[in-house]
């Protein structure tokens, strides 16, 4: 075993990208764990006296309107985010990412079928899909998993599906067929692992994009519902004070780049690390 | 050390002669995706006949070197003799039976297995070379315990001449040659008694090759394989083969012993490629191609004979009916109506083609 | 091997060294190469894969694709210019007018959205100054003259139309449009069957007479240069071993390792008796063999071939093998 893992520790050690992505995912999550923990303010209680205070020693990142400090509850809205963006994200990736391989694999009247889904279901653009979905069940947390799942996992499974074509042609995947292997084992032991890295990659991205999906779906008011602390939420609540009280908007969207940056940099670190040097 | 590699006793055959694995008047067709993709436009669907009425046998202990260039069929037949496309026409049998009739895929397996010509393509790239043998044996039952197993892996891998210390690794660490001993060590692992190589040693250097072929014959030697070996070069399966047939266009045109197609081939095509080698002796040259012309449109083909597009002896009779192919000598089959080609007289003008080499546009 | 320049030759190569920059470190994939092309002269560059030939001939038209070289070191002079001190406009008027080069995989080497008469017109127009008219004219000739049949009605089409020997004529046409005085043809056969191989090889030889032209021909198939080249220069390792006129080099071959290919051709051998491979692989040019560089493959190798650079000695005239026992072996 050794010889295999010798390599990815010499591919970690030399790949700056997945480093920082990865140390810029560890400051969140702990930041989301503790951070609360040393913030001596509640996030969803309200002072109207300390309302609208500019960033200082007692407040570093400000009050909100309702005088709310403006650190506590960016810090407590992280793993509402996380969370949520988890889900978002990797539910539609399994769901697609099988779809795909069986659809790719087995061809025929399934893979038909699935490809003209694929065409209507790409005829909207996908957010615009969700929000209807969640325009219409509601706003909740159950109702925006529901929706992504419905509605994402096409990209996952067209990916996939289109690198499943090369593979199941390879000379590899012909002779696992020839050694009297069954369809389930080629499928998973010997397509999967070759077809999925652009879906991983592909999903680092997507996390980017759900995120600001779900930050979206609570500016519009259709996603976490208040007081909850949500990043999209805080912008929406925060705009109408943007000239005076720039900080209730501002430190959320900081935060939203953060996470995209981060997950980039994952995704771009990721993309070198998975593929198999030729 | 074959330990590694089951050895079984042969099973019980109705008629001695019968050979190991047989092919009966193979037909296969493909179709031609027509139109740019538009699915409204129906037009005629194209067809390309890969494999035309073609028959082989392969005996016990024997090679047969398949040779032929684009278009033949060469890949195609090597497909269809282990089973990983069906025929259309005619049948593959083993020792006597229909090959498919009552066995599983991985009986199937332990009969015939294939080393094809890509040694980058032909490994996993994720897997570790411990895992793909492994593999093999776990789930051909082919021994009881994970160290069982280990061990046999290390046999294997030192059969086909690869340092044990080497089964960690992943296949890009690998150079062409070795990834094709691995190739080959996969192939064994199951105990297979027919082994199809197509083209194993083209994309291999030729010092590289040699020692591949080195290895196979050695094999085959000690392990009592039948053989298969397809490939364009006649160099090298002169040096392998016991019999070979010779494919033009879909079609057996010559099968002999090796060493008489070399010494008197019957064929035009065979003569023609033949003297196409080029030779290591630079005293012969010379300036006219051994053949002219083009290999017809395969979604069009030629009426009668598909080579007489090229042939310096065609007649008449050639276009009007297709050649069937016929003993010649003893051993000796060639797929030509002209008596005179086959023996090989001068030969009229080289025949150009008109028109006919052109690949149409869609 | 360094070739003394000789004023009439058309192509001489002095001392060539091509470095790639690695991130394990540096890369000297051709180590010194000099040879000599005259005029009208088929010219063999013969080597395995990773031997450097392809890179050599393509350091001479500085042509590198996506991998371009560190360093280019050492003295390249066509027809009396030294190509090093060429600027990029020279550059490009030198390409494709005066040398001209054709590659291996005809399939990917034709722009496939444009007409075939248009690809070959495209370099008369632009080197020789024709109007679109007689450069479509010249087109024309020039197919019927690579043989490719019904040049006239052929010429309108799209490269898919065509199949791989005719691409490679097509991709000689373009090359010859304008009657380079050198063609470079990298492996121009490697991907085509013998029989179109063996055509193919006749029309260069042929269109070698009829336009006066020189040929530098890179193949890893010796039976290939036995059959074309004049003379032939033996790389192996970034390094030229031997060189000399065809019938020299392979009639009589005098480094162990253009032997050792010979030895392990199936042609050169019986059967039923096993073949002759090379043992070993070829080396890592990122850390090359100390002294000669076959030396741990090779069946004469003495202790002095592990500690010297081996110069080429002179086994007869015109002929030339980098070997410290050429004498003794020979």
Redesign the interface.
């Known amino acids: 075993m050794s010889a295999a893992w010798d390599e990815r520790w010499r591919r970690m050690a030399g790949n700056r990208n997945l480093q920082v992505g990865l140390a810029m995912l560890l400051a969140l999550l702990a930041a989301g764990a503790f951070g609360p923990a040393f913030v001596r303010w509640d996030p969803i209680e309200i002072d109207f006296a300390a309302a609208l205070q500019r960033p200082g020693a007692a407040h570093p990142f400000g009050t909100d309107e309702l005088g709310r400090d403006v650190l506590a509850r960016v810090l407590a809205a992280t793993f509402v985010d996380l969370q949520v963006v988890a889900v978002c994200v990797v539910l539609p990736f399994f769901i697609g990412s099988l779809i795909g391989l069986a659809s790719g694999y087995f061809g025929g009247w399934f893979d038909r079928a699935l490809m003209r889904l694929v065409d209507v279901l790409l005829a909207f653009p996908h957010y615009v899909l969700v929000i209807a979905i969640v325009g219409s069940l509601g706003p909740g947390i159950a109702n925006l998993y529901l929706a992504f799942a419905l509605v994402v996992w096409i990209s996952f499974a067209r990916i996939v599906r289109a690198e499943v074509l090369v593979a199941r042609r390879a000379e590899y995947a012909q002779a696992a067929r020839l050694l009297g292997y069954g369809h389930a084992r080629v499928m998973l032991r010997h397509i999967l692992p070759n077809v999925i890295t652009p879906s991983i990659i592909f999903m680092m991205s997507d996390v980017v994009l759900t995120i600001l999906a779900v930050t979206s779906l609570g500016f519009l008011g259709l996603g976490i519902q208040p007081p909850t602390p949500e990043w999209g939420l805080m912008i929406a609540e925060g705009r109408t004070f943007l000239q005076d009280a720039w900080w209730i908007s501002v430190f959320p969207g900081l935060a939203i780049v953060y996470v995209g940056i981060t997950f980039t940099l994952l995704g771009e670190g990721l993309d070198d690390f998975l593929r198999p040097k030729g | 050390m074959s330990a590694a590699v089951p050895t079984r006793a042969p099973e019980a055959i109705a008629d001695r002669g019968a050979p190991m694995l047989s092919a009966h008047g193979l037909g296969k067709r493909f179709e031609i995706a027509s139109g740019a993709g538009m699915p409204l436009r129906r037009g005629p669907r194209r067809h390309v006949q890969a494999l035309r009425d073609v028959s082989i046998e392969l005996h016990r202990g024997e090679t047969l070197g398949i040779v032929g260039?684009?278009g033949c069929g060469k890949s195609t037949l090597a497909r269809c003799l282990?089973?990983?496309d069906a025929p259309d026409a005619g049948e593959i049998r083993w020792q006597g039976r229909p090959m498919a009739a009552e066995s599983?895929?991985?009986?199937?397996?332990?009969r015939v297995?294939?080393v094809?010509?890509?040694p980058?393509?032909?490994?996993?790239?994720?897997?570790?070379l411990a895992q793909a043998l492994d593999?093999?044996l776990l789930?051909?039952g082919l021994a009881a315990t994970r160290a069982e197993r280990a061990e046999r892996v290390d046999e294997l891998l030192l059969t086909v001449g690869l340092a044990p210390r080497l089964k960690?690794?992943?296949p890009?660490?690998l150079?062409g040659?070795q990834r094709q001993r691995i190739?080959i060590a996969?192939?064994l692992a199951?105990g297979p008694q027919v082994l199809i190589a197509d083209e194993p040693v083209s994309a291999l250097?030729?010092?590289?090759?040699?020692?591949i072929?080195?290895l196979l014959?050695e094999l085959r030697e000690r392990l009592q394989i039948a053989f298969v070996f397809i490939s364009?070069?006649?160099?090298?399966v002169?040096?392998?083969s016991d019999r070979i047939a010779v494919m033009y266009f879909g079609q057996v045109v010559e099968s002999a012993d090796?060493?008489a197609l070399f010494a008197q081939p019957a064929h035009p095509y065979t003569r023609?490629?033949l003297?196409?080698?080029?030779?290591?002796?630079?005293?012969r040259?010379?300036?006219?191609?051994?053949?002219?012309g083009?290999?017809p449109d395969p979604t069009a083909p030629p009426r009668g004979c598909s080579f007489s597009t090229r042939c310096p002896w065609v007649v008449e009779a050639c276009r009007a009916q297709e050649p069937a192919l016929l003993g010649h000598a003893p051993r000796h089959a060639v797929r030509c109506s002209n008596a005179e080609a086959r023996v090989g007289g001068s030969p009229g003008p080289i025949a150009?083609?008109?028109?006919e080499?052109?690949?149409?546009?869609r | 091997m360094n070739v003394a320049a000789d004023r009439s030759s058309l192509l001489e190569v002095e001392d060539l060294r091509v470095r790639f920059a690695r991130p394990g470190g540096d890369l000297v994939a051709v180590d010194g190469v000099g040879f000599r092309i005259e005029s009208g002269e088929v010219f063999g560059l013969v080597g395995e894969s990773g031997c450097g030939k392809t890179v050599t001939c393509r350091s001479l038209i500085r042509l590198f694709g996506g991998s371009a070289p560190s360093a280019i070191d050492g003295r390249v002079r066509f027809a009396g210019r030294d190509l090093g001190a060429l600027s990029a406009r020279e550059w490009s008027a030198l390409r494709g007018s005066e040398i001209s080069m054709i590659f291996q995989d005809p399939m990917t080497s034709l722009n496939p959205t444009m007409r075939v008469g248009a690809q070959i017109a495209e370099g008369l127009q632009r080197h020789r100054a024709l109007t679109a008219q007689q450069a479509r004219a010249a087109a024309i000739e020039m197919l019927g003259a690579v043989g490719v049949p019904a040049a006239e009605r052929r010429h309108h089409e799209y490269p898919h139309a065509f199949s791989g020997g005719m691409r490679q004529r097509v991709l000689i046409a373009i090359a010859l449009a304008c009657r380079p005085k050198l063609l470079i043809a990298d492996e121009p056969t490697t991907a085509l069957d013998v029989t179109v191989q063996d055509q193919i090889l006749k029309l260069i030889l042929k269109l070698r007479s009829d336009l006066g032209m020189s040929v530098l021909l890179v193949t890893h198939d010796i039976g290939v240069v036995a059959q074309t080249c004049d003379r032939v220069a033996v790389m192996y390792a970034g390094k030229i071993v031997e060189s000399g006129k065809t019938a020299q080099v392979v009639g009589r071959p005098a480094h162990p390792y253009t032997r050792a290919l010979l030895a392990a051709l199936p042609a050169h051998t019986r059967r039923g008796v096993k073949l002759r491979p090379i043992d070993g692989e070829p080396p890592n040019l990122a850390q090359p063999p100390a002294g000669c560089r076959f030396h741990p493959r090779c069946g004469f190798a003495v202790e002095a071939c592990r500690a010297i650079v081996p110069p080429p000695v002179e086994v007869e005239p015109g002929h030339r093998s980098a070997c410290l026992r050429t004498q003794e072996i020979g």
Do not use: C, K, W
């Open positions: 260039e684009s282990s089973g990983l599983s895929a991985l009986e199937r397996a332990r297995q294939m094809f010509q890509d980058y393509a032909s490994l996993n790239p994720r897997m570790t593999e093999a789930v051909h960690h690794l992943l890009h660490a150079s040659g190739s996969r192939a199951v250097d030729a010092s590289i090759q040699a020692q072929i080195n014959e364009h070069d006649l160099n090298v002169r040096h392998i090796t060493d023609a490629l003297a196409a080698i080029p030779q290591t002796d630079p005293a040259r010379s300036l006219v191609p051994a053949l002219a083009e290999l150009t083609s008109e028109g080499d052109r690949v149409p546009t």
